[in-house]
T-cell receptor, first 111, second 110 residues
Framework: QKEVEQNSGPLSVPEGAIASLNCTYSDRGSQSFFWYRQYSGKSPELIMSIYSNGDKEDGRFTAQLNKASQYVSLLIRDSQPSDSATYLCAVNRGRDDKIIFGKGTRLHILP | DVKVTQSSRYLVKRTGEKVFLECVQDMDHENMFWYRQDPGLGLRLIYFSYDVKMKEKGDIPEGYSVSREKKERFSLILESASTNQTSMYLC?????????FGNGTRLTVT
C-alpha cells in the first residue's frame, strides 16, 4: 500500500461547482495533514493544514479529516478557473515524523 | 511571510560534475528539507536537517550529500552528477509544520 495515495486525475469540474479531492494514507500514527496547490512550473504552496478529526474551513476551501478511516479530503466551493492546478496531499509519517507527499491530483476547472 | 530562496532557477551540468544547490531561509526555522520532484513519482525526500550541523537521510539519499553550517542555509551536493539526477529540486523549511517551499531549481544533467 502506498503511504499517501491520491487519484491522479485529471478531475474536471464546471466553474462554480464544488471540487472534491481525496487522499488516503497508510500510517495510523500520522498526526498532521496538509493540502498544497502547485501550478505548472511552480513550487507547491500551502492551502490548508488540519490536525484533528472533522472539518476545517478557510474561505472557499474546506479540509476534512477522518483518522479512523485514514482519509483526508479537500473541498473547493465555487470553483474558479484559477483553481486549475495540481493538488498535493501531504502527511507526516508517524514512525519518523517526516512529511510525505502523494503524487497529486490534477484539477481542471471548466469555464 | 516565510521566504525560502534557492540560488538558481535553472542549472545545466555535465555528467560527473560536482553540483551544489543552495537554499537560504529567513525565518529562523530549525528544520530544512530537500525534495526532488519527477513526473509520475511525485515529491520524494532526499535529506533533511533539524539543526545546524545535523543531517538525516530521507527516502532517496543515494548520490547526494548535504551541508548545514549555518541555521539559515542548507546545501544539497551531487558529488558526481548523473543523468538520472535530472529533476526539479525543491528546498523547504519549517519551524514545526507545515513546510514552506522555495521556487525550485530545475537541474539538467547532460
Amino acid at each position: 500500500q502506498k503511504e499517501v495515495e491520491q487519484n491522479s486525475g485529471p478531475l474536471s469540474v464546471p466553474e462554480g461547482a464544488i471540487a472534491s479531492l481525496n487522499c488516503t494514507y497508510s500510517d495510523r500514527g500520522s498526526q498532521s495533514f496538509f493540502w498544497y496547490r502547485q501550478y505548472s512550473g511552480k513550487s507547491p504552496e500551502l492551502i490548508m493544514s488540519i490536525y484533528s478529526n472533522g472539518d476545517k474551513e478557510d474561505g472557499r476551501f474546506t479540509a476534512q479529516l477522518n483518522k479512523a478511516s485514514q482519509y483526508v479530503s479537500l473541498l473547493i466551493r465555487d470553483s474558479q478557473p484559477s483553481d486549475s492546478a495540481t493538488y498535493l496531499c501531504a502527511v507526516n509519517r508517524g514512525r519518523d515524523d517526516k512529511i510525505i507527499f502523494g503524487k497529486g491530483t490534477r484539477l481542471h476547472i471548466l469555464p | 511571510d516565510v521566504k525560502v530562496t534557492q540560488s538558481s532557477r535553472y542549472l545545466v551540468k555535465r555528467t560527473g560534475e560536482k553540483v551544489f544547490l543552495e537554499c537560504v531561509q529567513d525565518m529562523d526555522h530549525e528544520n530544512m528539507f530537500w525534495y526532488r520532484q519527477d513526473p509520475g513519482l511525485g515529491l520524494r525526500l532526499i535529506y533533511f536537517s533539524y539543526d545546524v550541523k545535523m543531517k538525516e537521510k530521507g527516502d532517496i539519499p543515494e548520490g547526494y550529500s548535504v551541508s548545514r553550517e549555518k541555521k539559515e542555509r542548507f546545501s544539497l551536493i551531487l558529488e558526481s552528477a548523473s543523468t538520472n539526477q535530472t529533476s526539479m529540486y525543491l528546498c523547504a523549511s519549517s519551524s514545526d509544520s507545515p513546510l514552506h517551499f522555495g521556487n525550485g531549481t530545475r537541474l539538467t544533467v547532460t
